[in-house]
């Protein structure tokens, strides 16, 4: 693929538009005003904090990724949303409970000034919940177009230049790709005849593909991640990702993982169990967006492990992922993980994990970069599936039939050297023998 050309500078405003208007996106929005009235840093995230190496080590160049590629200013992201619950961003935020009082009274009228548009929902498809602030249509595609009403109408009253959308609505029942999903034309007559197959998350990713709008997706749900919405975004020049942010316990079982294999340490179980109790957690609750969630979690051992290549190592690894909801943690999850390996001779060792996290704080920066970095890669012409993006999904997508990359640091590295691909940068392989010459 050649590199490319030049990218168009970020002039103007960047509208962010978030389905689904819970914990996550109010910690995100929150935070980034924070950010910008100068109150608080934002950890966590690389578009604002990371360097990146350029040249030789001894050349000394490492400039910060934001001063290396044209991203938005933070000064120009304008917020909006939707949700099946009427509460503007700061009552949302107050109920989910994330950040403090304090921290929250500091950005109250900016947050009290975002109010979300009616949702696209139904009930079918995450069972636990049951909102009223919802759009009334004859069909699922009468639904979608009033979503892409909805994108025009924002893109004119708030005068954005450019618009990004990232999925951050609850997580739905689990839908396996059906005939329905496999072109535009069959996706569309889907939605005019109520397909049980067309999730609500999906008239969000066509109305956004079909408006030329990014798309991430933050949730396990097929969503965008569907022949039909890829090859829109193709026709459309829109890129797209997803899915399902990596954030606690994935992050660390795709760091564990590639140790294990890079010692060629056997393993014969992992047993991940978690409690939360914020929404999510009672979304998670019903077993169908479980099932979702649950093969989400699963994927990234098999295809970190490889046992096809390493039988003696990893043909029998028993692998279990349960959610637990439990309400007085909040959004403070406590992940355990229960890891047996084994060593020379076969002999076995443990290694336990907990992680006491806070899911949301762990979510917002990773919608902070994905919202800046697609924008990056719409204006400098990449369209599709970006799979450079990888390294903030659980289960990256991924051209057909190539399987996806879930080592977090070959993600790290295939992210950074496509930020230097773009900007005309040598690539970095950590060779290293030129400095032994
Ligand atoms: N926080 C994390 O660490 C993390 C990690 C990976 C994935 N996720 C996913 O991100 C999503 C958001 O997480 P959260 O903690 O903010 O959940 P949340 O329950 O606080 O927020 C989700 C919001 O989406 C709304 N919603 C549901 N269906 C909708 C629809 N069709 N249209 C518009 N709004 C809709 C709900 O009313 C709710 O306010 C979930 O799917 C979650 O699984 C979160």
Not at 318 to 346: A, C, M, Q, S, T
Not at 401 to 415: A, R, T, V
């Amino acid at each position: 693929m050649e590199k490319p050309g030049k990218i168009a500078p970020p002039k103007g405003k960047l509208g962010v538009l978030l389905p689904g208007m819970g914990a996550v996106s109010t910690t995100f929005m929150a935070g980034v005003e924070l950010v910008r009235k100068a109150k608080a840093q934002p950890v966590g995230s690389l578009t604002q904090l990371s360097t990146i190496r350029l040249g030789k080590r001894t050349d000394g160049r490492s400039p910060l990724i934001k001063k290396f590629v044209p991203l938005s200013d933070l000064k120009d992201l304008v917020f909006g949303g939707w949700d099946i619950f009427k509460d503007n961003a700061y009552q949302a935020a107050s109920k989910a409970g994330v950040l403090s009082e304090n921290d929250l009274e500091k950005v109250k009228p900016f947050l009290s000034g975002i109010s979300p548009m009616k949702a696209a929902f139904d009930r079918e498809y995450v069972r636990r919940l049951d909102g009223t602030y919802v759009k009334k249509g004859k069909s699922k595609y009468d639904l979608a177009l009033q979503i892409k009403d909805d994108i025009e109408n924002f893109r004119k009253t708030k005068r954005v230049s450019r618009l990004v959308t990232c999925w951050c609505g609850s997580t739905e029942v689990f839908i396996k790709p059906e005939e329905v999903h496999s072109t535009p034309e069959k996706f569309v007559e889907a939605m005019k005849a109520n397909h049980p197959a067309i999730a609500p998350s999906m008239l969000y990713a066509w109305a956004s593909v079909t408006s030329g709008v990014p798309f991430a997706n933050g949730a396990p749900n097929l969503t965008v991640d569907i022949p039909a919405i890829q090859q829109l975004a193709l026709e459309h020049n829109v890129a797209i990702c997803g899915k399902d942010f990596k954030t606690g316990q994935t992050m660390m079982k795709t760091v564990l993982a590639p140790a294990f294999k890079a010692r060629m340490l056997g393993l014969q179980g992992w047993y991940s169990t978690n409690i939360l109790g914020n929404r999510d957690g009672e979304v998670l609750d019903d077993p169908g967006s479980f099932k979702t969630k649950e093969e989400s979690k699963l994927g990234a051992l098999e295809y970190i492990l490889q046992p096809q290549l390493y039988p003696v190592l990893y043909s029998n690894v028993f692998h279990k992922v349960r959610i637990n909801y439990y309400p007085p943690r909040g959004d403070n999850k406590e992940g355990w993980d229960n890891i047996d390996i084994f060593g020379w001779l076969g002999y076995p060792m443990q290694i336990k994990v907990d992680f006491l996290c806070r899911d949301s704080i762990l979510a917002a920066p990773i919608v902070l970069d994905l919202v800046l970095f697609l924008d990056l890669a719409q204006r400098a012409g990449m369209r599709g599936i970006q799979e450079w993006l990888s390294f903030y999904f659980k289960s990256p997508m991924t051209a057909p039939g190539l399987y996806p990359e879930h080592d977090l640091f070959i993600q790290l590295m295939k992210l950074k050297n496509t930020l230097r691909w773009m900007m005309g940068e040598g690539l970095i392989t950590h060779l290293g023998q030129e400095y032994y010459d």
